[in-house]
Nanobody, 123 residues
């Protein structure tokens, strides 16, 4: 059974930095694209960033481009989201997600989700 467990959320000041982690288990982590999504109160869940199975390709939502960086450590079955210069509008529950099919460049419609971690950015 695939499990995704996020950590690293919390309260951060605008302009600071925060790093989210997602530890995966249950299948060959290195074979699947991974991604981060977020959901703010009263809003739809939205795409933030994803990374290909090899780590060679990444993509970002326009709203976070240049501020957030997604990366992965296949040896540790972990994907990261480095959040630099966060803004109050980045406040949301952040979810880790895994692609459905192996060797994907994009996470697409995820096959698995983590439970989410709250990120609150104060102004």
């Amino acid at each position: 059974q695939v499990q995704l467990v996020e950590s690293g959320g919390g309260l951060v000041q605008a302009g600071g930095s925060l790093r989210l982690s997602c530890a995966a288990s249950g299948r060959t982590f290195s074979s699947y694209a991974m991604g981060w999504f977020r959901q703010a109160p009263g809003k739809e869940r939205e795409f933030v960033a994803d990374i290909s199975w090899s780590g060679g390709s990444t993509d970002y939502a326009d709203s976070v481009k240049g501020r957030f960086t997604i990366s992965r450590d296949n040896a540790k079955n972990t994907v990261f989201l480095q959040m630099n210069s966060p803004k109050p509008e980045d406040t949301a529950v952040y979810y880790c997600a895994s692609g459905k099919l192996p060797l994907g460049l994009r996470v697409g419609v995820p096959g698995y989700w983590g439970q989410g971690t709250q990120v609150t950015v104060s102004s």
